[in-house]
């Protein structure tokens, strides 16, 4: 079974950086696109950023162009997010999903940017 399992959130001041983990299995890693969610409180769920199978095409949403970085080690059939310059409004649960026949998702990590 499709299983996603993401690591990494916890409190951050803002300026800095995270990087999560999103550890996947129960399905052909390679020949799907990963994507990164978040949901701030109140807030309905949105798309961050998605990678290629290959690791070919990145796409991100405008608020976080330039600051975070989606990236892949099919090896270890893992995607990332390195966040970068983090603000208070970055402040979420973000989660890992696949598209496979349908949704799938994890369990979220909490991201916190706070001083």
């Known amino acids: 079974q499709v299983q996603l399992v993401e690591s990494g959130g916890g409190l951050v001041q803002p300026g800095g950086s995270l990087r999560l983990s999103c550890a996947a299995s129960g399905f052909p890693f390679t020949s799907h696109t990963m994507n990164w969610y978040r949901q701030a409180p109140g807030k309905e769920r949105k798309l961050v950023a998605s990678?290629?199978?290959?690791?070919?095409?990145?796409d991100y949403t405008d608020s976080v162009k330039g600051r975070f970085t989606i990236s892949r080690d099919n090896a270890k059939n893992t995607v990332y997010l390195q966040m970068a310059s983090l603000k208070p409004e970055d402040t979420a649960v973000y989660y890992c999903?696949?598209?496979?026949?349908?949704?799938?998702w994890g369990q979220g990590t909490q991201v916190t940017v706070s001083s």
């Open positions: 990678i290629a199978g290959t690791g070919s095409r990145t």
């Open positions: 999903m696949v598209f496979r026949w349908r949704e799938y």
